[in-house]
């Protein structure tokens, strides 16, 4: 095993990240985007691109920066610390570590415009209400040299903005199957493909899409037919392990706000900080983020060493990231008191958040189930 | 033993009431806040059936069951009562009439008020045409309530009020408040503070809603400026009820009476379902063994924590008050409807984070669970409240 410790490199860009998002996108960026209804902030997109973020895992050759999967969580949980909305995850992590695994020269030109931050995706992959990747039914029939897609994808993160969409189809198979799933990489506004926003709590983009006949070319299809899954698996484990720690950096800012609020308050003319009930669940929850940074970290490296091995370290940082950043925001809330429950304080944010990062790409017991399976039992 | 045969009697008679006098359409509807029925001089019905049920309950006292017949109630014992709510609840129809007023400054008044001030106030409380709310909390005095600091000085004929309160529900359609004012500043905490009866006419006083993290709320802050509160409204109808400067025991009692309430709200679900019912729906929902086993252990403990309460009960019933054990019920109600929750939006998946999405307002009422275990007191200071007072532990 590789230290688990930052580097030198690995330091600067979370100081730097850290001092970036604190200015420019603390939680009020996130209350003003809100309030706006849009789902992020164009302008700050292009200031992260400009820095280098949207292309964290694009070769040098195609401009990108190329820092590794544990640089990318890195990124992933400073924006999570301050709740800043970015399309980052799903292009510059998931759709970057798919297409740089599929190669050819589709591919280099699209990790190229996503390094410039001008190319969003979306991944257009599960169904149900729960991640369950493999019980994909959206079906792509054969049609002349290429393909028809029919069916819906319920919960497609950045999926409003994008303007390409992965989409995983059954070509074979049954559900439950890996073998038979087929990739796509098709423009968002292809004939057929229909977005509905849903108005989720984290005021995010969000939406479902339906494929209505879709046409798409041989051409389009990324990686080998029928077996697409291993090809998106990779991004998506790198997705998972990028959520997970944006999920640590959610609980951190929830728990920084709410220790900064047990210094402040006072009740009983004493500071509430003061009252060892309150102050052994800080602790604990201190503790909790420490070890789930460790889950963290190695996921990144891991990611990095081995990636074709990356399945436990992944699932174990998601699950532990699932449920450390649900403790901290219910603590954080609980914490504040009533002023907690107001709009007007930003804690409640950070709980929507925590809500449905923890759903997306598999939430607790679905990566608890996988460490249990990878375990041996 | 009750006289059973006497109970007997007494359903079929309620239930035979309440089957003709409570209109079928207003029956049978899932129990949803928005058709609440509050009363209130601003208060207009959604449709003439909820103000036959409302009267016809007017006529024979069963607004408030349990008050005496001269204040408006109908004397019913608790066990009388307990078989009306069950019989409302088999019959599936609404309460006919609820209040602040009915749920807290009523069971105040008639610990602690005067013959003139049960008549002047619960009268039109019973009948509808006064709605309450209550002033208690501020920004400085949550859990520590008694440190408020809304003053009332004393200027001969009457009090002038200047403070701010918080979390006043629905004060911007309250015709009154019942607010705890500091009358003496230098006596100790507890000691200075007395239980004011405050018309929300009274010029000065203004109201602005709060917004919650599950969107718009009933909250208000509530600001009195210079406001002048008379003495007395009327012979032997103080303004301040008890003694000026106990308000504390007042506000003690209350907040007992709340807390057993808040507790018990832990039962109704989405609608009326059951967490089996909604999980039933749900297909695969409890196929991860982690959803499932999350779903056993809450439904055991909502299953015992119903016997408690019912136990509970009957002990008060029994004339064995239930005391500091109160804040049990509180804590442990609430923290399991958090729970209940977080296992329903978790079983929902990604179908549960939107705002009205499948599920309808199952996201919003998720995040209003979260104030289960502060508001009324917090899941802290309960167990702050059994440490020190059930278990006799030694203060810090
Ligand atoms: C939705 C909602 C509805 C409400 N409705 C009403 C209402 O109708 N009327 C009304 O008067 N008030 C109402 N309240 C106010 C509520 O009673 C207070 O919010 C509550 O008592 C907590 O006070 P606070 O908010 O000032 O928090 P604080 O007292 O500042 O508490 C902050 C944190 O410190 C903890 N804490 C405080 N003291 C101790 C201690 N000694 N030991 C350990 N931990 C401690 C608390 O438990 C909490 O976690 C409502 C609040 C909410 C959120």
Redesign the interface.
Known sequence: MTSLLETEDETMLRDAARGFLADAAPVANLRANRDQGRPFDTALWREMAQMGWAGVLVPEAQGGADMGQRAAGILAEEMGRTLAASPFISSAVIAATTLRAAAGQHSADALAAIAQGDLLYAIAL?E????APLNTTLAAEKSGNGFRLSGTK??VADGGCADRVLVLARTAGGPGEAAGLTLFDIPADRAGLSKTA?????SRD?AQMVFDGVEATGDEVLGTLDDGWALLSRGVQAGQAAVAAELLGVAGGAYGMTVGYLKER????RTIGS????QHRAAHLWAEIEVTASAIANAGRVLDATPAEAGLAVSLAKARAAQTV?LAV?EG??MH??I?????YDI?FY??RA??GT??LG????H??QVAAARGF | MPDTAALDAFRTEIADWITSACPPALRGRPISEDRIVWGGRKWQFQDDDQKTWMQAAIARGMTAPRWPVEYGGAGLSRAEEKIYREELERLQAPPPLESFGLWMLGPALLEFGTHAQKLAHLLPVTRGEIRWCQGY?EP?A???LA?VQTRAEDMGDHWLVNGQK??TSYADRADWIFALVRTDRDAPKHKGISFMLIDMNSPGVTTRP?????GKSPFCETFFDNVKVPKSYGEDNPSVVGQVNRGWDIAKYLLTHEREMIGGGARGLLGGRSLGQFLGD?D?ALD????RAEAMRIEVNALAFAMTMERYKDQAEAGRGVGNASAMLKYYGTELN?ERY?LL??A??????????PHGSL?PEW?RT??N???GG???VM??IIAKRVLELPN?
């Not at chain 2, 709060?210 to 599950?214: K, M, P, R, T, Y």
């Not at chain 2, 991860?288 to 959803?291: A, S």
């Not at chain 2, 929902?348 to 999405?357: I, Q, T, Y």
């Open positions: 599960d149900g209400r729960k991640h319920a919960f849903r108005a989720t709590v984290d969000h006072k009740q009983f003319d009252f060892q009930a309150l649900d219910r809330v609980q008191g009533g907690g429950m107001t709009d007007a409640g709980m929507k809500r449905v759903e997306w939430d607790y017991g679905y608890a189930a | 909390s400085g949550g859990s520590d440190n918080i979390w709060i917004q919650l993290i599950s749900l695969g991860n063994p982690v959803t958090k977080e939006m978790s929902a998946g990604s179908e549960a984070v939107e705002w009205d999405g996201a995040l979260k104030a275990s502060i508001e917090t899941s802290e167990l702050d810090s």
